[in-house]
């Protein structure tokens, strides 16, 4: 097993039995499908509003050569610059030999998803840098030094009263759990970070292939202020976030608002094209996207798993998964949670170490049901526990059991005797008291759970006694 | 309509609740059909294609293609298993001789409360139940077979029986095979949640049209001292007016 498996195994163990946890989850939760259940109705036909979205990325994503290159070259028509990084290294090396050139001491971030998987802001950090998150929920996780604990809602693992308690600590807030109150506090902060910061760092919910424009998306406006006060704007993003026209953002932007909040339209939209130009009053004087593929052409080299890069990160099938609200974010270990996270890591950092999570599901289908770009996710959840049994990742013994079982399974009157037996077995066992303890041979079941009675007979014995229950 | 009916019953459903089994075929034969039980059937393979083993799945496939081939009509008391056939053989047998085969009998595979409703067309099969019950959705039915009003409907026929929608009826109990053993701190976490919603509900019975959610749910029913019992669809239709 790889130590990420043992370590999910660990906190599986302890967050699946927390109450509070499981609480909290459940109330937030809630008060989502609330907002996605009105937000959806608000929709003439939501499922020819999924299929729309669905058949714009996958237009995009089957044609990322030419749509990337459209994208790239309006923006350096522009004056903007766009790096192209195979792997995080080479992301974060782009982004922190550009701020030692310039000097930037303090940077501020726009919620990046990316940035996290390609670990930017302690690489920042070491070199000196103060980053600044500049989400409030982000800015919550960054000030108690944890990952963020869910795609869009960062800090949804968090009431009030543990955020108060956070603030007064870490920023000498009030003793007050009054929400306005809490994030005055944040903002006062926040404020004098984003005048002071030479660099601003966003990611893109959409890059815009026609008219050559990043789009971002926050509920917060941060994400105007990272990328219009600060002298230089990066933007940090993975290269399946290209769409083809700005017409398709008229689908795409209350499509991802409602799956990942309720909302009809997120609060803030923005499209950036590049730098300030002459006779404007604000933007950057210098505007830089970093495109980062780290996995993502491989995957999109894997015809079975290639629509995994229609994603647009609502984070709906977290907040469907019955998995994810038992485990929490933090469990998976992983930059992405939930059924997508149990999707992708494995093609981003390895089959090896990160198939475990595909499976580490029920398959329900409750993300496949929800997802607005229509992935089959629980399905690819299918297809990655195959490809990690034909790499040899699962040990010889379950080999041999499943092998043993198919030799069963291949013959009726064999199945028929062998079953008997194990009931038997399994009935002596029960009748001298052992069902329920360690020793009861159904114990991988009972340990859980309240034993069950085991019938003395089979129903093909039933119909072979009495010919056909006659 | 078929007058004949060719039962596949699943493998735990053969070895751990024949009664549920039993009562399918009483229900049909209520209803007319000529029930038949190809005797040499065993497991369509599920357990190993769910936890990846395909190559340990698909000769049970080929084995259950060739079984039920002629079949006219095929009936089953589990959502998930139907699933199996229909929504899985296709691409555990992609490329395959029998391919094309897998393809048409999954068209005639049916779940119990499917054939019932769809291909029977019968929502009144004469039971009565004087009890207060609620459903539970069960994934593979609901999502993959888009099984969602025929069980009630089935349900709401029921002589004094009281249908009560319990919250959340659509949230996985939990089961999900092998998951439940493998990973049984979430899947029993998982059944906590679905217990909460069967009590909240304040019926009497759980039903459901997959006897292995049922199973795992009915064990974390009795480990939680909660009030409400577990039976099959087809065990609620089999009871008949005394």
């Known amino acids: 097993m790889s130590n990420a498996a043992q370590e999910f195994l660990r906190r599986a163990v302890e967050k699946s039995g927390d109450e509070t946890h499981r609480k909290i989850i459940r109330f937030n939760m809630d008060q989502y499908d609330a907002a996605f259940g009105r937000g959806h109705s608000r929709f003439a036909d939501w499922d020819a509003a999924r299929e729309r979205c669905q058949q714009i990325k996958w237009d995009a994503v089957n044609h990322l050569d030419r749509y990337l290159v459209e994208f790239e070259t309006r923006v350096k028509e522009r004056g903007g610059h766009v790096f192209w990084a195979e792997n995080s290294e080479e992301a974060r090396k782009y982004v922190c030999d550009l701020a030692v050139a310039r000097g930037v001491k303090k940077v501020v971030k726009s919620k990046s998803m990316v940035t996290e998987e390609v670990f930017l802001t302690p690489a920042m950090e070491k070199l000196g840098m103060e980053v600044f998150e500049t989400d409030l929920g982000e800015y919550i996780v960054q000030l108690r030094q944890e990952p963020p604990y869910h795609i869009v809602t960062p800090a949804m693992h968090l009431n009030r009263g543990q955020i108060r308690d956070l603030f007064k600590e870490k920023l000498a807030g009030p003793d007050t759990e009054d929400p306005p109150e809490l994030v005055a506090v944040a903002r006062r902060t926040l404020r004098k970070a984003f005048f002071s910061a030479e660099m601003g760092i966003s990611g893109a919910n959409f890059l815009v292939a026609d008219a050559g424009m990043v789009a971002i998306t926050t509920n917060e406006g941060n994400g105007r202020l990272c990328t219009s006060i600060p002298k230089i704007h990066v933007v940090m993003t993975g290269i399946e976030k290209v769409v083809p026209r700005l017409q398709d953002l008229a689908t795409l932007w209350p499509v991802l608002a409602t799956s990942g909040t309720g909302q009809p339209i997120t609060c803030y939209n923005t499209l950036i094209g590049g730098p300030r130009r002459d006779g404007e009053v604000d933007g950057p004087e210098e505007f830089h996207v970093v495109l980062v593929d780290n996995g993502r052409s491989e995957l999109l080299a894997d015809a079975e798993q290639r629509e995994v890069l229609h994603c647009i990160r609502c984070g709906a099938c977290l907040n469907a998964c019955p998995v994810f609200r038992a485990v929490g974010g933090h469990t998976y270990g992983t930059i992405y949670p939930g059924p997508i996270g149990s999707v992708l890591t494995p093609h981003l950092r390895g089959l090896n170490e990160f198939q475990h999570l595909s499976f580490a599901s029920s398959l329900c289908g409750g993300c496949t049901e929800v997802c607005p770009v229509k992935i089959d996710l629980h399905h690819h959840l299918l297809h990655n526990r195959r490809n990690a049994i034909g790499a040899g990742t699962h040990p010889g013994k379950e080999r041999r059991g499943m092998r043993l079982f198919r030799w069963m399974m291949m013959d009726g009157g064999r199945f028929r005797v062998l079953g008997g037996l194990a009931r038997t077995a399994i009935r002596l066992a029960h009748g001298i008291g052992l069902a329920g303890t360690a020793l009861d041979p159904l114990r991988p079941w009972t340990r859980r759970r309240a034993p069950m009675p085991i019938p003395s007979t089979s129903f093909r014995s039933l119909w072979r006694k009495t010919n056909g229950l006659r | ?242």
């Open chain 2, 1 to 242: 309509m078929a007058a004949r009916v060719s039962l596949f019953i699943p493998c735990f459903i053969d070895q751990l609740q024949p009664q549920v089994a039993v009562d399918v075929v009483r229900v049909l034969r209520r209803l007319g059909y000529e029930v038949d039980f190809p005797a040499e059937q065993t497991c369509c393979g599920q357990p190993a294609f769910n936890m990846g083993y395909w190559d340990e799945a698909r000769p049970l496939a080929e084995r259950f293609v060739r079984l039920f081939g002629s079949a006219e009509c095929v009936v089953s008391p589990s959502g998930s298993c139907t699933t199996m056939v229909r929504t899985f053989y296709p691409q555990l047998l992609a490329g395959h001789a029998l391919y094309d085969q897998a393809v048409g009998l999954g068209k005639r595979v049916f779940e119990f409360s499917e054939f019932l409703v769809r291909v029977a067309k019968k929502v009144d099969v004469g039971a009565e139940f004087p009890h207060k019950v609620t459903f539970h959705d069960a994934c593979h039915a609901l999502r993959e077979l888009h099984l969602k009003d025929e069980p009630r409907e089935l349900l709401r026929h029921v002589r004094g029986l009281e249908l009560v929608e319990m919250p959340h009826s659509e949230e996985c109990c939990g089961f999900g095979g092998g998951f439940a053993v493998k990973f049984d701190m979430i899947s029993a976490s998982m059944g906590e949640g679905k217990v909460m919603n069967i009590e909240a509900s304040g019926a009497e019975v759980v039903t459901s049209v997959d006897g292995s959610c049922l199973m795992h749910i009915e064990g974390m029913l009795r480990r939680n001292q909660a009030r409400a019992r577990t039976m099959h669809l087809a065990s609620i239709l089999a009871q008949e007016a005394k």
